[in-house]
């Protein structure tokens, strides 16, 4: 499994926080796995945002931290997820990985550097 | 939400020794208990899951021990290339948690 990342390095603070997760090697409507947002940063370490996955429909969920902000969307046509998170402060500020969950975070994206600032 | 401790939170040891590296849950994550490698720029790494299956191409000098709450991880005959920042992971919870890491320095 690859996964493969893309998005903007830098975001103005109160913007909208946008990445894509390109997937290789499994499908993201798996019923066996499940695809995570993930993020690190000196301050937090790392800190799981949350997932989406698919067993019949398409279930998410979400850390309480980043709850009211976030949304994590799935394009099958692509076969990738996406990541949105709102309302932005330098407070997020981190690298950002998505994550294949089958059972256990086994594949990793290499991760982007998003960078909160005017 | 499990909160997960390590310790310590540097080691600094010499090529060929052992290394043991503890974590603790604030709650039983039964076995559902994994740890990662991390090197400078790169993603974490899949090393032990399930306490101490070792993941597809992990060296047998890292093995995985503990149940409940307490946990270990050893590298036996440290390598150079050990170097780097280990994390333990609990996903017993759909919320996932992480350790905030131990650092292995390579005297």
């Known amino acids: 499994v690859q996964l493969q990342q893309s998005g903007p390095g830098l975001v103005k603070p109160s913007q909208t926080l946008s990445l894509t997760c390109a997937i290789s090697g499994d499908t993201v409507s798996s019923n066996s796995a499940a695809w995570n947002w993930i993020r690190q940063s000196p301050s937090r370490g790392l800190e799981w945002l949350g997932r989406?996955?698919?067993?019949?429909?398409?279930?998410?969920d979400y850390a309480e931290s980043v709850k009211s902000r976030i949304i994590i969307s799935v394009d099958t046509s692509k076969n990738q997820f996406s990541l949105q998170l709102n309302s932005v402060t330098p407070d997020d500020t981190a690298v950002y990985y998505c994550?294949?969950?089958?059972?256990?975070?086994?594949?990793w994206g290499p991760g982007t550097l998003v960078t909160v600032s005017s | 939400e499990i909160v997960m401790t390590q310790s310590p939170g540097t080691l600094s040891l010499s090529p060929g020794v052992r290394a043991t590296l503890s974590c603790r849950a604030s709650?039983?994550?039964?076995?559902?208990l994994a740890w990662y490698q991390q090197k400078p720029g790169q993603a974490p790494r899949l090393l032990i899951y399930g306490v101490s299956t070792r993941a597809t191409g992990v060296p047998d000098r890292f093995s995985g021990s503990g149940s409940g709450t307490e946990f270990t991880l050893t590298i036996s005959n440290l390598q150079s290339e050990d170097f780097g920042v280990y994390f333990c992971?609990?996903?017993?919870?759909?919320?996932?948690?992480f350790g905030q890491g131990t650092k292995v320095e390579i005297k």
């Open positions: 994550a294949r969950d089958a059972a256990v975070c086994d594949s």
């Open positions: 989406t996955y698919y067993r019949s429909k398409w279930y998410s």
């Open positions: 709650e039983s994550v039964s076995i559902n």
């Open positions: 992971h609990q996903y017993k919870t759909w919320l996932r948690t």
